[in-house]
């Protein structure tokens, strides 16, 4: 039977122009980084559990639509979300269409929390925020993150779950 595998998230909350620093992913050996010059942005990893194959991987800035890439998985519990903000201003959190998606797929405390951040501090008082959402498809549960000041790092496990061809790998908490 296949193992556990770490899944580590680097977020990025702050900016360090020119240093290199960026969002990363690493799922067992494989390392992917969201590109360092992007600023408020979301990145979307859309990865297929039966073999961590990543189908999808993309940025996007639009915090009121749904990404046109992520409708056709939103029931197909095959496949996994991994969601981060990259230096993502206060005034972009996730908002309309795009918040009420994120809600359907098991978003909520995380999300609640920077909502009523900003809606009762204004963006004004802090510049930027991270928002991270890992969620397989159609289960509507996630683990989600968020942050308002500190660059993060968050570990995770895949854990391999037997299914009728092979194994899911379903993102857990340790």
Not at 6 to 28: A, E, F, I, K, W
Not at 34 to 49: F, G, H, I, S, T
Request: glycine share 6%.
């Amino acid at each position: 039977m296949a193992s556990n595998l770490p899944l580590t998230l680097q977020v990025v909350v702050t900016d360090h122009q020119g240093s290199g620093y960026s969002n990363r992913v690493v799922m067992g050996t494989t390392q992917l980084a969201c590109d360092q010059n992007l600023r408020n942005v979301y990145w979307a990893l859309v990865v297929d559990r039966t073999n961590l194959n990543v189908v999808e991987n993309f940025t996007f800035s639009d915090n009121n639509t749904i990404p046109p890439k992520l409708t056709q998985y939103t029931t197909n519990s095959q496949y996994m979300l991994i969601l981060s903000s990259q230096i993502l201003l206060t005034a972009s959190i996730p908002a309309g269409q795009f918040y009420a998606y994120l809600l359907q797929l098991g978003a909520g405390p995380q999300l609640q929390s920077i909502e009523q951040f900003y809606q009762t501090l204004g963006c004004g008082n802090w510049v930027y925020l991270n928002y991270t959402m890992i969620t397989v498809f159609g289960s509507g549960e996630a683990i989600e993150y968020s942050e308002y000041k500190e660059d993060s790092v968050y570990t995770l496990e895949l854990v391999p779950v037997p299914a009728t061809y092979g194994v899911m790998y379903t993102p857990s908490l340790y």
